[in-house]
């Protein structure tokens, strides 16, 4: 049964595991995210944190969230060792704006853009069709998701990993590049990504 986009949000904050995986933010007009990055090795963890302005209805995930000092399996029927739905990305926010729902998978890096980047977004979109499919599955419930993916990095010189225009990388064109200076204080609406990925 396809649902309006609202009652479909609606499911999500019904549905997701808010109390184990949820952000609470402060502001109905603002999402503040804060994630700690281990920079060069052996360095201490530095912590980022962006707010980013919003309109419509927010629903912040944090998907990497740790109990005693580690990550719960996503899905706990499966085993989680190296395997490919154990990546992860660090945010997942949900946006119902404008009678649409939009979905902005983030990861928070330091100085580094590692080789293996893609695969921990792609996972994440991946976790998005598997809670889509979820629901869908016992609830006969769905709604269009449109899904982007960015990586903010505060890598002294990005260019050699970026495309020609600066905006994506190079290893895969459906993530968009920020460096945190840029990135903090932006409209969530703003974010500039033209890869979406449309999960109906």
Same mark, same amino acid.
């Given at each position: 049964?396809?649902?309006?986009?609202?009652?479909?949000?609606?499911?999500?904050?019904?549905?997701?595991?808010?109390?184990?995986? %949820?952000?609470?933010?402060?502001?109905?007009?603002? +999402?503040?995210?804060?994630?700690?990055?281990?920079?060069?090795? %052996?360095?201490? $963890?530095?912590?980022?944190? +962006?707010?980013?302005?919003?309109? %419509? &209805?927010?629903?912040?995930?944090?998907?990497? !969230?740790?109990?005693?000092?580690?990550? =719960? $399996? =996503?899905?706990?029927?499966?085993?989680?060792?190296?395997?490919?739905?154990?990546?992860?990305?660090?945010?997942?926010?949900?946006?119902?704006?404008?009678?649409?729902?939009?979905?902005?998978? =983030?990861?928070?890096?330091? &100085?580094?853009?590692?080789?293996?980047?893609?695969?921990?977004?792609?996972?994440?979109?991946?976790?998005?069709?598997?809670?889509? !499919?979820?629901?869908?599955?016992?609830?006969?419930?769905?709604?269009?998701?449109?899904?982007?993916?960015?990586?903010?990095?505060?890598?002294? *010189?990005?260019?050699?990993?970026?495309?020609? *225009?600066?905006?994506?990388?190079?290893?895969?064109?459906?993530?968009?590049?920020?460096?945190? !200076?840029?990135?903090?204080?932006?409209?969530?609406? *703003?974010?500039?990504?033209?890869?979406?990925?449309?999960?109906?």
């Amino acid at each position: 049964m396809a649902l309006n986009t609202q009652g479909y949000f609606n499911c999500l904050k019904s549905y997701l595991n808010t109390n184990h995986y %949820g952000e609470p933010q402060a502001s109905s007009s603002e +999402v503040v995210l804060k994630e700690k990055v281990f920079g060069q090795s %052996g360095s201490k $963890p530095i912590e980022y944190k +962006v707010s980013l302005q919003t309109t %419509g &209805e927010t629903l912040v995930i944090k998907l990497d !969230a740790k109990k005693n000092g580690s990550s =719960l $399996p =996503l899905f706990h029927f499966l085993d989680d060792t190296a395997k490919p739905w154990s990546k992860r990305c660090d945010f997942v926010v949900f946006n119902l704006r404008k009678n649409k729902l939009h979905v902005y998978c =983030l990861e928070f890096k330091s &100085e580094s853009i590692p080789h293996d980047l893609p695969d921990q977004l792609k996972a994440s979109v991946d976790w998005l069709k598997a809670l889509h !499919a979820t629901i869908n599955a016992y609830t006969s419930k769905r709604s269009t998701i449109h899904a982007t993916k960015y990586v903010l990095s505060n890598h002294p *010189d990005p260019t050699p990993y970026l495309d020609a *225009d600066g905006k994506y990388l190079q290893r895969d064109h459906t993530i968009g590049h920020y460096r945190y !200076a840029e990135f903090n204080g932006l409209a969530l609406a *703003d974010l500039d990504n033209s890869n979406i990925e449309v999960i109906r």
